[in-house]
């Protein structure tokens, strides 16, 4: 019978359902033909049937990579020599995972373009296989509306909008594994911290001088005394430094690009991003948004071509909760 390829040339395979049920549909064909080790060769453009890897990464080295050229007859994964039957791309209810709102998130990071034409061997970043691995596993047996990565994003949102601490996280990650013994959840805030990292929402942590004179960043990276008052970068004990380094203090930097990037990665967010040109109020006389303001409107005169593009971001500083010089009760700086 003959295979249904389309979906194999689609080039923005983030934004194609497509792409994704028959790349799914593909999995689940090639899976008597591993070999005995596992092992089968990958067909992305990279890898260009010359590697063979474990059968469980190979969606993500297609879905990163690209399906390769030319590679109409698929004789190293199953197909008949001769064909003359149809078949269709299974969907949903066919068995096959239900395209998950995170898709395009992950779309988003992996970027789809990105050493798209490549040859050569595999690629070394494993990282986003850990990603879609969490992707494609159900977070419950028979539960299709929530995948197990889906779940713990929203479940970490919950945590930053209700101000939830390490602690109460972790026990209701041990709450949900006692109460569902099958859910496929990580163990603690710290690993799913780690995987929020692999998406870009991680952050790094600077070491900074004790009297705020200059950050242990770049240049002064590995230096072990301040370059302006050369005071010591870590705590001592005694005027010893302890067996451990621990600095006098740590600013922790939130690179803006990559957030804003995942503001731009799923469609509700995506919305919310230019609701001041699609939802903004009619009269002028009325201010409910800064986009009513005379500073915005300004701008706008100022930079036209900026303008013209309602998916440009303007960027606003609220100090709320800064404590830089240690006079108000706050033990800390936000």
């Given at each position: 019978m003959t295979i249904d390829k389309s979906w194999t040339t689609i080039r923005r395979r983030g934004s194609s359902n497509e792409f994704w049920n028959g790349l799914q549909h593909f999995l689940q064909m090639v899976k008597p033909f591993v070999n005995d080790r596992g092992f089968i060769k990958y067909?992305?453009?990279?890898?260009?049937?010359?590697?063979?890897?474990?059968?469980?990464?190979?969606?993500?080295?297609?879905?990163?990579n690209g399906f390769m050229f030319g590679y109409n007859q698929w004789i190293h994964h199953?197909?008949?020599?001769?064909?003359?039957?149809?078949?269709?791309?299974?969907?949903?209810?066919?068995?096959?995972?239900?395209?998950?709102?995170?898709?395009?998130?992950?779309?988003?990071?992996?970027?789809?373009d990105a050493d798209e034409d490549a040859v050569g061997g595999p690629s070394s970043n494993e990282q986003y296989d850990d990603l879609f691995?969490?992707?494609?596993?159900?977070?419950?047996?028979?539960?299709?509306?929530?995948?197990?990565?889906?779940?713990?994003?929203?479940?970490?949102?919950?945590?930053?909008?209700?101000?939830?601490?390490?602690?109460?996280?972790?026990?209701?990650?041990?709450?949900?594994?006692?109460?569902?013994?099958?859910?496929?959840?990580?163990?603690?805030?710290?690993?799913?911290?780690?995987?929020?990292?692999?998406?870009?929402?991680?952050?790094?942590?600077?070491?900074?001088?004790?009297?705020?004179?200059?950050?242990?960043?770049?240049?002064?990276?590995?230096?072990?005394?301040?370059?302006?008052?050369?005071?010591?970068?870590?705590?001592?004990?005694?005027?010893?430094?302890?067996?451990?380094?621990?600095?006098?203090?740590?600013?922790?930097y939130f690179p803006v690009g990559p957030r804003l990037k995942r503001l731009f990665a799923t469609s509700k967010t995506a919305k919310l991003m230019w609701w001041h040109s699609t939802g903004k109020s009619k009269d002028n006389d009325v201010m409910r948004h800064p986009v009513n303001g005379k500073s915005w409107q300004e701008f706008d005169k100022r930079h036209p071509q900026f303008a013209g593009d309602v998916r440009n971001v303007r960027l606003g500083l609220a100090v709320d909760g800064f404590n830089p010089f240690g006079n108000m009760s706050l033990s800390y700086s936000m």
């Open positions: 067909l992305c453009r990279r890898c260009l049937n010359n590697a063979s890897h474990q059968l469980e990464d190979l969606e993500s080295h297609t879905f990163r199953g197909e008949p020599t001769t064909a003359n039957a149809r078949t269709t791309v299974a969907g949903p209810s066919g068995g096959i995972h239900e395209r998950d709102e995170m898709f395009d998130v992950l779309d988003d990071i992996v970027s789809e691995a969490a992707l494609r596993s159900e977070l419950y047996p028979g539960v299709s509306s929530f995948s197990s990565l889906n779940f713990l994003v929203k479940l970490m949102h919950l945590k930053v909008l209700n101000k939830w601490t390490n602690k109460s996280f972790d026990e209701l990650l041990k709450l949900l594994k006692l109460a569902f013994p099958k859910i496929d959840l990580v163990e603690s805030h710290y690993e799913a911290k780690k995987l929020m990292t692999k998406m870009g929402l991680g952050y790094s942590s600077i070491h900074v001088c004790k009297n705020d004179c200059a950050l242990f960043w770049k240049e002064n990276s590995l230096k072990d005394t301040c370059p302006v008052c050369s005071d010591s970068r870590w705590k001592l004990q005694s005027g010893k430094r302890s067996g451990k380094n621990v600095p006098h203090k740590v600013l922790r």
